[in-house]
């Protein structure tokens, strides 16, 4: 493959954001991006970790303006472009208007993987305002592949250029990796991607067997920060693919001292696979819970791993934060 037709896109800024609880500063997205720009990374994103209009009590309120995060980063960029993450019913038009205007240039527009059809107008605006756009079918563990190649169709149907296989709870083991991205690629005419999370410590694998099926838009997150137990960790799957004979037209030096001379000193924890993370991706629960659920485990006392398989049972989905108080409560009674 060549640079032109692969593409590691970094979500630190954005899926980092679950990690951070949403506490950015300008400083940190300013140094962040600076060395993602001298890195030769083409794409980053940065927003809410629930996409634009995230910062809510219900999801967690951003310590800084996420449009403000957003200029400071596209100001500061010589050669990458700024993404957005968009959940219609979260995030709205005006958000998105209002996020090009502060300079994003792509917009990932995501919803559940079995309601693509309430992102079309989403879709045909960021096409309209000439964005790189892009369909996000997040929890794709959920369903069976031919409901997932239903709604990768409607995306598709309404101009995504994009459309990407999310494993939002670091549930998938590689063999179920392959299967989806082939898939999609036998069935639709855009670009293939895959964002992955670790909880399973499947990260990595993950990746490769997307890639290696046929996807060429791939995410990461330096020093593997994002929510659950963090992303594909970028500058690993740098080394890695450049190993496999993958040109992902990004500098592994300048990569590396990102993600250790800037991410490294600003992040609350390391990621790892802890116990609670690792339900997580057993369960198939959603990889933004994990903070909530450490939260209401304190407040009503209980194992948080029973509120997480509780969740997994309900077939909790993004959005459902709300569920896992009500399942501590009742789990405590």
């Known amino acids: 493959m060549t640079k032109n037709n692969f593409e590691i896109v970094d979500v630190t800024l954005r899926d980092g954001s679950h990690a951070m609880k949403h506490a950015f500063t300008k400083e940190q997205v300013k140094e962040t991006a600076k060395g993602l720009d001298q890195a030769g990374v083409n794409y980053f994103e940065v927003s809410h970790g629930d996409g634009l209009g995230g910062s809510s009590l219900q999801y967690g309120l951003s310590a800084v303006n996420e449009l403000e995060l957003i200029e400071t980063a596209a100001a500061t960029c010589n050669h990458s472009k700024v993404s957005v993450l968009l959940i219609p019913g979260i995030g709205t038009k005006r958000n998105l208007n209002e996020a090009v205007k502060a300079g994003a240039k792509m917009v990932r527009v995501a919803t559940h993987v079995t309601e693509a059809d309430v992102a079309k107008q989403h879709i045909e605006l960021g096409r309209n305002l000439g964005l790189k756009t892009v369909g996000f079918l997040m929890m794709a563990h959920m369903v069976p592949i031919t409901k997932l190649v239903e709604q990768a169709k409607l995306f598709e149907s309404y101009g995504a250029e994009v459309v990407y296989v999310t494993d939002s ?8 990796v392959t299967e989806r991205i082939t898939a999609l690629k036998n069935e639709l005419s855009c670009n293939i991607g895959f964002h992955g999370h670790n909880n399973l410590s499947m990260a990595m694998a993950n990746t490769v067997a997307a890639v290696q099926a046929g996807a060429t838009y791939i995410d990461g997150s330096l020093r593997a920060l994002g929510a659950g137990s963090g992303n594909t960790q970028t500058e690993v799957m740098v080394a890695v693919l450049e190993k496999m004979g993958y040109h992902t037209g990004i500098d592994l030096y300048p990569i590396l001292d990102v993600a250790n001379d800037v991410v490294a000193n600003y ?12 339900i997580m991706g057993y369960s198939g629960v959603y990889s933004s819970f994990l903070l909530h659920t450490e939260k209401a485990a304190k407040q009503f006392n ?3 791993r029973d509120i997480l398989v509780k969740l997994g049972e309900m077939q909790a989905v993004g959005g459902q934060e709300d569920l896992i108080y009500e399942v501590a409560a009742q789990l405590q009674s």
């Open 169 to 176: 709870a670091g549930a998938l083991l590689p063999h179920e």
């Open 267 to 278: 992040m609350p924890r390391p990621q790892e696979v802890t116990g609670t993370s690792l």
């Open 302 to 304: 209980i194992d948080e």
